[in-house]
């Protein structure tokens, strides 16, 4: 039943790509346009997710296309990473294998769904051509002093067997893959010096007026700025310096405690010198198993160690106790906080379980005075300084300035802003990803491959036995290499890059995927980026985003392009939902694109893909909903069929004008067909709702459905309805409109004419309805002829049978009038 639409999608399908209608290559003389979506992992097969994704994208560059842009539209694939090697050990399938056999599945998905890529330009991060240049990037990071190797602290997740970055923490503790939650372990790793660019990022989400609130905000977040004070405390019996940063150097005065983060350098010390150094060791040992969010959950249990060591307060010349504390991280500030638990809650509850004074020096602006004995919770706002020498009784807000001021003068402080952000961890105990490319030499150190030498490239065939350990790190025969600056035995870094690398430049390599001598054109790169419409998921607000932003910056400092942001416009749809929660195959709730595509045609998936919901809110999958978009499709194939003696047949040079229209019916056809392309314009191109859109171009269809065409007028009326129908539906469902416009006689395809305009003259109302008022209050509300002048508007209102009855006999003193909209009579008598 209905239209073939398998036939009708193969035939497109296959025009288009052998046409390269969709091609798009830098021409200065045209406005381009750059629409990316977010490239997909090769899993395996295309989710419903996927499928939102790229409609919306696809949807977007055909209309962009129509509107005579030079529409760039890529694809490529985010090729490398842990899934893989577990299908690997799974599977017992080279990683490779089972990646390269994914990415050719989901190409063709992805062209039976219509969409209008380039594809001459897919890239893959795990080839080698592409890999070469990630490794290059990293060797321009490196020498600008930008990667480097330290031992830290890191963010471990037992069940990947692998680091974590910060931003891949998720959830208050938990990894972003898995939801395992996450451990510190100290281990030897590379990182990039992300908080060099901290202050730019956040500042520059100023100049990214086309992003959603919502994740600007995120990001403000997790950068995190503050300002404030460094102050060093100095240990008393070894004299070392122990550094702390405060926002709220108001409160130095109530300082009754020193606390250390368990991976606090100086609790090492600290362990060495204590003859109670096995039982601190016991302590730190139970707190770094614990994860992020047990340590610092709010109404968690805060758990300390007196250490037996003692620090002195500049400012006071007080001694207090140094406690190592659970609830202390070493991921923001400098991993030491001076205990106030006057003014701060966690530090109160801290102090009062463990009998640290606690001691206000920031009373309420208005009420009694504190009493650290008898408080029941830490005071936290703003207020009037007390217990602070000079200082006393200044609000916060000159408080804080005026005691930095201070102490920068005396020496007990420098003023500084720090950051939320860490540096970004990149390194991963994996196989399938792009290698490090560095060589470690007993004679020179951390030597980095030359570029000419570049790829290092990953071995095939390679046995993965364990997840999390890099088989790389057992392939001597791999790992064995002359240093490049001596020639004596080296050995290659084992480890290999986070995916998040790959990600972070791709968009840049589409702009010349194939050139072989750089990591891409500067010349094509300056006319295409930045993207001009970048869409994906909102779970990549403070990974992907942060860190394709950074690496633009970057490439920016280096001379490689003059974009300093990746994407000027972000769209981040909503999730697709099934039976009340995300789609996912671990609810067993997944529908099967391929499913929908083979029952009902892509047309019928993308059409109900952007109709069921505006793009960023989360789609409600519904069987229901798919059959509807069907029978929309049938219904727009049938009015084209059964009428095709009218459509197919050659008419009237041109539309028939709005002004030779004389029967009301035919007017309202011709305002309908115009206000649809107006509006469905606006939908598109200004509002990004989709499905308005769409629910306009059902009312056109109706209204067409109902128009029975006689006159050669009529059937030119007729006929531009049905070319504004198939024109304005084309982007949502190329393949059936292509077909009818063929059907009816057109030669040049549909994707290859310009969006229609809407007639300015078409767009004017016949009528307008005025509210009649006698003396303020209304009396009359009708429909008058559009335009009229203020006299001939007044003689009608004064002849309507309601108003004339009710000012008989009566004078009227005047009458004000507002064209098209009021007209009040005023009387007496």
């Not at 790229?54 to 129509?66: A, E, H, Q, V």
């Not at 010390?269 to 610092?296: M, Y």
């Not at 659970?326 to 966690?346: E, F, K």
Request: glycine share 8%; hydrophobic share 40%; charged share 25%.
């Amino acid at each position: 039943m209905g239209y073939d639409f398998q036939s009708i999608e193969k035939k497109w399908q296959h025009t288009w790509e052998n046409e390269g209608t969709f091609n798009a290559d830098a021409d200065p003389s045209r406005e381009k346009f750059y629409c990316l979506e977010m490239f997909p992992y090769p899993s395996g097969a295309l989710h419903m997710g996927h499928l939102r994704n790229y409609s919306i994208g696809d949807m977007l560059t055909r209309f962009l296309w129509k509107k005579g842009l030079n529409v760039l539209h890529p694809i490529g694939f985010d090729a490398f990473g842990m899934p893989a090697e577990n299908a690997a050990m799974k599977y017992n399938t080279p990683a490779a294998e089972w990646t390269w056999r994914n990415i050719e599945h989901m190409t063709e998905q992805l062209k039976h769904m219509g969409c209008s890529y380039d594809w001459r330009r897919r890239v893959e991060t795990c080839n080698p051509d592409y890999y070469r240049w990630t490794q290059w990037i990293f060797l321009q990071f490196f020498k600008k002093g930008l990667a480097y190797r330290k031992n830290a602290p890191v963010n471990w997740c037992s069940s990947c067997s692998t680091v974590l970055a910060n931003e891949q923490v998720i959830n208050d503790g938990h990894c972003w893959r898995c939801g395992t939650p996450v451990v510190k372990r100290n281990l030897e790793q590379w990182f990039l010096r992300i908080t060099d660019y901290a202050q730019e990022l956040l500042d520059d989400l100023e100049n990214l007026p086309g992003w959603p609130e919502r994740v600007k905000i995120m990001q403000r977040n997790w950068i995190g700025r503050s300002e404030g004070a460094r102050l060093s405390f100095t240990e008393k019996t070894t004299g070392e310096s122990i550094e702390t940063f405060t926002t709220r150097f108001d409160t130095i005065f109530g300082v009754t405690f020193l606390a250390l983060a368990p991976e606090h350098p100086f609790v090492q010390k600290i362990i060495s010198l204590s003859p109670e150094g096995d039982r601190i060791s016991a302590f730190v040992q139970k707190c770094v198993s614990q994860s992020s969010i047990e340590r610092t959950a709010v109404g968690g249990e805060k758990e300390g160690i007196f250490t037996g060591f003692s620090a002195v307060n500049p400012v006071t010349g007080e001694e207090f106790p140094i406690l190592i504390a659970n609830y202390i991280l070493m991921d923001y500030g400098t991993g030491a906080i001076m205990g106030v638990p006057a003014h701060d809650q966690r530090d109160f509850e801290f102090a009062r379980k463990y009998g640290i004074p606690v001691k206000p020096v920031i009373n309420p602006a208005e009420g009694e005075p504190l009493d650290g004995d008898t408080m029941e919770r830490a005071f936290e706002d703003d207020g009037i300084t007390c217990n602070s020498g000079q200082f006393d009784g200044l609000p916060t807000s000159q408080a804080i300035p005026g005691m930095i001021d201070w102490g920068v003068q005396k020496g007990f402080c420098t003023r500084e802003v720090n950051f939320r952000i860490r540096d970004w961890l990149i390194s991963r105990q994996r196989y399938w990803g792009a290698p490090i490319p560095v060589v470690y030499c007993e004679h020179c150190g951390v030597v980095p491959v030359p570029e000419e030498e570049l790829p290092v490239l990953l071995p095939d065939n390679v046995k993965i036995t364990e997840v999390g350990k890099s088989p790389l790190a057992e392939d001597s025969e791999w790992l064995s290499v002359p240093c490049p600056k001596c020639g004596r035995p080296g050995r290659r870094e084992a480890d290999t890059m986070d995916t998040f690398i790959c990600s972070s430049w791709y968009f840049f390599r589409y702009c010349s995927p194939r050139n072989d001598g750089e990591v891409f054109s500067k010349e094509e790169a300056a006319y295409w980026m930045p993207v001009d419409q970048y869409i994906g998921g909102i779970e990549h607000a403070c990974l992907h985003l942060i860190y394709a932003r950074f690496f633009t910056k970057f490439f920016a400092d280096i001379g490689l392009s003059t974009a300093r942001e990746p994407f000027t416009n972000l769209l981040t749809q909503g999730m697709v939902i099934k039976d009340g929660a995300k789609m996912s195959k671990s609810l067993g709730n997944v529908v099967d694109p391929d499913e929908i595509i083979s029952r009902y045609g892509a047309d019928t998936a993308r059409l109900f893909i952007l109709f069921a919901a505006p793009p960023a809110n989360d789609l409600d999958w519904s069987e229901r909903g798919v059959e509807g978009a069907h029978r929309f499709l049938n219904r727009v194939w049938r009015l084209v069929e059964e009428n095709l003696q009218v459509l197919g047949k050659p008419g009237p040079a041109g539309p028939v004008p709005m002004k030779d229209l004389k029967e009301p019916r035919l007017r309202d056809l011709k305002r309908k067909i115009h206000t649809t392309i107006r509006d469905v314009t606006r939908d598109i191109d200004q509002e990004k709702q989709f499905n308005t859109a769409v629910a306009r171009l059902m009312e056109l269809l109706n209204a067409l459905g109902s128009f029975r065409p006689g006159s050669d007028e009529e059937h030119a009326l007729f006929l531009e309805g049905v070319e504004v129908l198939l024109s304005c539906l084309n982007p949502f469902c190329p393949h059936l409109t292509e077909e009818l416009w063929e059907m009816t006689a057109h030669g040049e395809p549909l994707a290859k004419l310009p969006w229609p305009s809407a007639e300015e003259e078409a767009l004017e109302a016949d009528t307008v309805t005025v509210v009649v008022q006698i003396n303020g209050k209304v009396r009359e509300k009708t429909e008058f002829p559009a335009g009229l002048g203020e006299e001939e508007l007044k003689r009608m209102a004064l002849e309507l049978p309601g108003v004339a009855k009710r000012i008989e006999g009566l004078e009227i003193v005047r009458i004000i009038t507002v064209p098209d909209r009021l007209v009040n009579v005023v009387v007496k008598g």
